[in-house]
Structure formats: C-alpha cells, structure tokens
C-alpha cells in the first residue's frame, strides 16, 4: 500500500507543487465556440495539460467525463509521473451525471433527507462508475438575495434546512465519491446579488447563518472544501488563514483537502491583493489552500522558487501534499487507478435512477395555491387540455443549470408527461418567442446554449394562437419560468419579473375563461403578484430533470400529491430583497416597522409554505417540561390529523423564539422539521427534541457562542406562519 510520507520523502519541490496543482482539461462538442472571456485557447490548453501530465505537473484534473479519455489521461498521468502517483479527477456533479435530479434548490424544497441522500448517492455512483473520484458539491452557501443566480445551487435562506440539507448531500456522495461543499465562506451574500460582488458579513451573520451548513457537512465527513471568490470583509476568501485554518482545521478539526475556486489564485493578483502571480500561490499555500484549481499558468508553479527563497516553507508544501495523496490512497487509486468503461455504460444506463429521479422531481414540487381545489385534475373527465409556453416541451430547460453530460433524447418534458398521460386530448401552443440572454453564458460552449425559435416563428401570430387552443380547451396548463441559462454562476438578475412576453401570455389564456393552472420552471422566486390573485393553480416544479415531465403528470393528475415546501421567503418584488422569515423586530406593534409605501412588507408566499391535496389539521401541541436546565432537552410533540380521503406527506416544521436575553433574538427560526407521510384519515403524532444545540447563539458581544436563561415560545405546523403554540423555560441548574 502506498504511503504518502514515504512517497513525500522522495518528492522534489517540484513533483510537490505538480500534486497541489489541478488543471481543466476541455474537450469541447464539435463546432463549439470557447467564450473569450475565459481567455482559453481550446486547441492548445488540451495539448499544454497533456504536457504537465507527461512530466508528473499535475495532481488533478477536472471536467472530463468519458470513462475512455479518463482511462487515457490517468495513463499519462501515471506514467508521467516518477512515483507513479495517479492523478484524481473532479467534476461539477450537482444534480446529477447522466441521470439529471431536479436542481439543488428544487431537492430542498422536497424537505426529504432520504431523497436528497439517494440523489446524490446516485449521481456519485455514476461519476465513480465513468472514473469520477471528487465532486465540486454540494454548493452550502446560504442564498439570501435571490437576484444572486446561484441560489439554484444551494438550499435557500435557511441555516437549520440549509445545514441539514448539506449533510444529507454529503452522506449520499460519499458512498462514492468525495464531496466538496462549497465555497468557503459567505459566498452567497454578495452585493446587489451579483456573483463574485464583495461580501461583508458580521461575525454574528457568518456564526450564525453562513457557517452551519458548512459545520454540518464536515461533521458528516466532507473530505473537500472549495474556497469562494469574492473578497470577505476586504480580503480575499480564497487566501484568508482564518477561513481555511482557523475555523477549518482548528475549530472544526477538518481533516481533508481544501481546492481554491477556478483560478481564484491567480486572481488574487486582480483582487489588488497580490502584488504578482509567485506572490498569489505563496499566500493561498500558507492560508491552507491545498489545491489551486486552474485553466492555465498556474501560481503554484512558482511555489518551488518560494520554497527556494524561504517564503514558503517546505513544511507548509508537505502538510499540503500530505492531504492529496491521503485522499488517492482511501480512494483505492494507487491499487487500482483505472475504470472499467463496459461497467461504466451500465450504471450509466440504470433504469433505477431514472425511477429515483421522477420520485424526487415529485417529491421537490411546490403547490403554491390552489383555489377551488382545481388540482388534481381527472384527464377521463376533461375533453382537451391546452399545454402553453415555450418552456413546456423545452428538453434543455426541463434539465436546468449546471449539467453538462446529459441526454436529451431520455429526457421528458412537462408535454411529452401529460401526452403519455392524457394522450390525443392534448393541444401545444409556445404562444411567444423563446427567451434570449442579451449576453452570452460562459456555459453556452457546452452546449447549453439559449433555445431558440423554430423557423419562420410568428410571434404575434402564436400568441393567437396559444389563446385559440386554450378557448377551446377544458383546461389551460401554462409552464412559464426563466430559461435556464437565466440562472446559475454568473446570471444574476436585477428584476424578478417573468422574462419575454410571459405575464402577458398568461393573461391572455386567463381572459378566455378557461380554467388554467400555472407550473413555475425557475430556481429562484418570480414576480408572481398577477398570477397570485388571478390565476388559480400555481405549481412550482423547478427545473425538475431528466424525468421531470413524468413527475409533472404525476402530479397533475393525482397521482401523487404535492408535498414540497419552499426553502426561502418568496417575496413580492425585487425592491423588497433581502426579505427573510427570521428577522429580528424593534417595533410594537410589528406593523408599524419595515414597511414600504407602495409595497406590503410580507412576502408573498412565506417560508416553509406549501400546499397539499389533503387537508392536514395540527392538534395537541405538548411540550414535555415546563422548566429545562441550560444543557438539557426538552421533548415537544404535536398530532397532524390527515382529514382528506387521500393518502399525503406533510412537511411538519418546528420554530423557536426566545422572548429576551442576552441579544435580540429573531422573531422564530427554524429548529426541527419531519416529513411523514399519512394515510387518508388518520392522524400521526410528530415529536422533536429541542437541546441546547437548537437554543445556542454565536453572541456578538461576548464574541463567542451563549445559551441563555429564558422563556422560549415554540410554534408547529405547515409553513413558518404555524401558530400553534406551547412555550418553556429555560434556567440555569
Ligand atoms: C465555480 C465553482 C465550480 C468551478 C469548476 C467555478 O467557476 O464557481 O463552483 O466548481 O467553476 O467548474
């Protein structure tokens, strides 16, 4: 078995810097254009890698996911190399490899840790399965600012649901691969919600909101960490020593590699940070950045100079190194660095996952209204359907952000899953032009590039007709949303108003009379006012993958009932950003405060909200004690009663306030949360403890975490506007 000191002794600075050093490796589809602003020349950085492989430069490369030119690189790679060490392969494996899940977001909102656990243990048995070891995932930035486009990648505004949600992720990758949540840290908070803005978070918000999910995910055993981009409190978070160091290693005993962002190094000189590229890699090195991520020119190359000049020390380097080889010996790669490319095939094709993916497309839905109880609709009972919008029958868009080994042949859009549903009584019509970016994606050289409209389209002459077929149709579905290039890294919005000519639409096919139902394609809240009052089924699907057309027909029909709850507030307008359910108050009455002259100061749809075909009751809340000591728990339990002749799940979520103390608390957070599944009639009763981990706050003034003596209200039920009430005490001994 190899042994990373016995391997280190015999490294040159070298062969070391080779190790902390991980390369893109592009191999673009046919007739591709590489975007110039990632400064790529996309015949010569292939050729260029392959010559560092050749001669032991490299520790790791990233975005190849053919299981052949992984074999073939990896042979370069060992044989490059004089001690034979392998390489490790890393990848963007979000929501899926061949088998797309609904997007992170959308998995959130399914509320279900089963669920998001197999996801990703799928999609890290089809990475390993093509010769994938690592994935740059889960993304755990908490996302308060939906203009930011990466909140599709993460768990929304929460840090309870968010930690959560993160050690899920992390427990199903890790049954194969390594996972790396990132991007360390307060990432997700830049201002004005552009991506890569600088970020300035108190220590109160990063204890408090920033780090748990982070915390959560190493705790369940994370064995990477990527850092973020942007400056924190005015230096780089990719070269801070108390980030990667200090809260890392020493606070939280993080035990495995940290990787920078994609030339996050190197852009330290654009920060104004490093006065040149030798001084960039020497900074991040000593911060306890183990790998830099790289397209090209790496600033680690230069670390055998410093190491030579005594700016770094070899230590430092070794400790690095150290980190990288441990994770290739558990991988299993000195024994065995290759991939079986028949096997690979087969898992790729594993009808399992597709069932896994249509369960969590269900499952991750969101019934936002349903007046009338319009849904489920009876297709034996309806005549004709009219299924409206260009993002209805877009298979590009169905799949959402952050893929990039996807089959759209296999995938099934919301019309073909109400076509295999409801057969001949369903009529299309796009009803307006397909959406366009007025710039382009540094994603579209992939091939996910905007749709476009097919020839000789006719705007005005489609919106006549989308009106046409839902004036004779029983029932008008529109799907309206953002195009999914509309989302993600660098797609930041300043409005959330429905892209295109898409309100319009919708109001056009609601003028005829027609009952309609509205299904949200999107990764973040829309502007929804009009659609709120005015249209009476709003179903919210995501991006729901690769099977998401199924699972929409799943739904529509009843099959299966919504259960997914929404994983941030979703506000009214962009003017009311940030807008969070677990704010503070200063004001009584409450109303008096925070309020906007021409804007309601509520969202429009509050956090934890979601509605169900069944009609769910909460009973009998119960807490078990009165009085709690500081360090003890106290048991609270409360009866949900299904009052529908349909079985159902229930997202059943618990909050906390605490009156006073030694800071203002916010008005309820989230503490608990259960997703049980009942049967028509019958009721289930749902119990959480509630420790002094639940009740702990980072304390600004003490600079440290309390647990204070004080009266606390506890609240259960559907969404975070629960009100059924019970209270305790906390005191001391
Ligand atoms: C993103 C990371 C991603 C990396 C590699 C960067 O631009 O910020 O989240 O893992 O690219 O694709």
């Known amino acids: 078995m190899a042994n990373p000191d016995e391997l280190l002794a015999k490294m040159s600075p070298a062969e070391k810097a080779g190790q902390l050093t991980q390369f893109f490796y592009f191999k673009l589809p046919a007739g591709a254009q590489a975007d110039p602003a990632l400064g790529l020349d996309v015949e010569a950085q292939p050729r260029a ?185 005015g230096v780089p978070a990719s070269a801070s020593h108390w980030l990667f160091t200090e809260v890392l290693r020493e606070t939280w005993g993080f035990d495995g590699f940290v990787v920078s962002d994609a030339n996050a190094v190197r852009n330290l000189v654009a920060h104004g940070f490093a006065k040149d590229l030798a001084e960039a890699g020497a900074r991040a090195v000593t911060a306890g950045v183990d790998m830099e991520m790289a397209i090209a020119d790496p600033a680690y190359a230069h670390l055998p100079a410093a190491v030579e000049d005594k700016a770094v020390d070899e230590r430092v380097l070794d400790e690095r190194v150290r980190k990288i080889l441990e994770a290739k010996v558990r991988l299993g790669l000195f024994d065995d660095p290759y991939v079986d490319e028949e096997r690979a095939r087969e898992v790729l094709a594993d009808p399992a ?49 952050w893929v990039f080994d996807f089959d759209l042949d296999e995938t099934v859009t919301v019309l073909d899953g ?142 299966v009932s919504p259960g997914g709850k929404l994983p941030f507030s979703w506000p009214r307008t962009a003017g009311q950003i940030p807008m969070i359910y677990s704010h503070t108050t200063s004001h009584e009455p409450d109303n008096q405060a925070r309020r906007y002259w021409d804007e309601e100061s509520t969202p429009l749809f509050p956090f934890g909200h979601g509605l169900s075909y069944a009609t769910f ?43 006073y103390g030694t800071a203002s608390r916010p008005v309820r957070e989230l503490k608990g949360f259960d997703r049980v599944v009942i049967p028509a009639r019958e009721s289930r009763r749902v119990e959480f403890v509630i420790g002094p981990e639940h009740r702990r706050y980072w304390n600004a003034v003490a600079r440290d975490w309390v647990l204070d003596e004080a009266p606390f209200d506890v609240w259960v039920g559907g969404s975070s506007a629960a009100d059924l009430a019970g209270t305790f005490e906390v005191r001391a001994g």
Do not use: C
């Open 49 to 233: 890698v392959e010559g560092e492989l050749a001669q032991g430069g490299a520790g790791s490369l990233l975005f190849v996911t053919d299981p052949a030119e992984i074999n073939r690189l990896q042979r370069l790679g060992v044989e490059g190399n004089p001690h034979g060490v392998p390489l490790l392969f890393g990848f963007d494996v979000i929501h899926g490899l061949r088998t797309i899940f609904p997007v992170p977001i959308a998995m959130a909102a399914s509320w279900d840790l089963e669920t998001i656990e197999r996801g990703q243990a799928i999609a890290g048995r089809e990475a390993r399965a093509v010769g994938i070891h690592w994935t740059f995932a889960p993304m755990v930035d908490i996302a308060r600012d939906p203009r930011w486009g990466r909140i599709v990648e993460g768990a929304g505004e929460d840090p309870f649901l968010g930690a959560t949600v993160a050690a899920a992720q992390v427990r199903g990758f890790q049954q194969h691969i390594i996972a790396g949540p990132k991007h360390f840290g307060g990432y997700g908070a830049a201002l004005g919600g552009r991506d890569y803005d600088e970020v300035n978070l108190s220590d109160y918000e990063l204890w408090n909101v920033y780090f748990p999910p982070f915390e959560a995910a190493i705790k369940a055993g994370a064995g990477n960490v990527m850092t973020a981009y942007m400056d924190l409190n």
């Open 353 to 401: 996952h597709r069932e896994a993916a249509r369960v969590a497309a269900q499952r991750s839905a969101v019934l936002l209204r349903n007046e009338g109880d319009l849904l489920p609709l009876d297709p034996a009972a309806l005549g004709s359907i009219a299924v409206i919008g260009p993002l209805a029958d877009s298979k590009r868009d169905t799949i959402g952000p």
């Open 418 to 559: 109400i076509r295999a549903a409801a057969g001949d009584k369903v009529t299309h019509a796009r009803g307006i032009a397909a959406g366009q970016r007025t710039f382009p994606s540094m994603f579209d050289m992939f091939g996910n590039n905007a749709p476009t409209d097919p020839e000789g389209f006719d705007a005005e002459a489609e919106l006549a007709r989308a009106v046409e077929a839902a004036a004779a149709a029983d029932v008008a579905v529109v799907v309206a949303g953002e195009w999914q290039n509309m989302i993600g890294e660098a797609a930041s919005r300043s409005s959330l108003e429905l892209p295109g000519r898409q309100l319009e639409l919708i109001q056009a096919v609601v003028a005829t009379g027609t009952p309609t139902v509205l299904l949200v394609m999107n990764g973040r809240p829309l502007d929804l006012r009009w659609a709120a009052e005015n249209v009476p089924a709003i179903l919210d699907i995501w991006y729901p993958g690769t099977q998401g057309g199924a699972a929409v027909a799943d739904l529509l029909f009843g099959a």
């Open 617 to 659: 009751r909460y009973r009998d809340l119960t807490v078990d004690r009165e009085v709690v000591g500081t360090d003890e728990s106290v048991t609270v339990s409360v009866e949900v009663a299904n009052e529908s002749d349909r079985e159902a799940a229930e997202v059943v979520q618990l909050y906390l306030h605490q009156r």
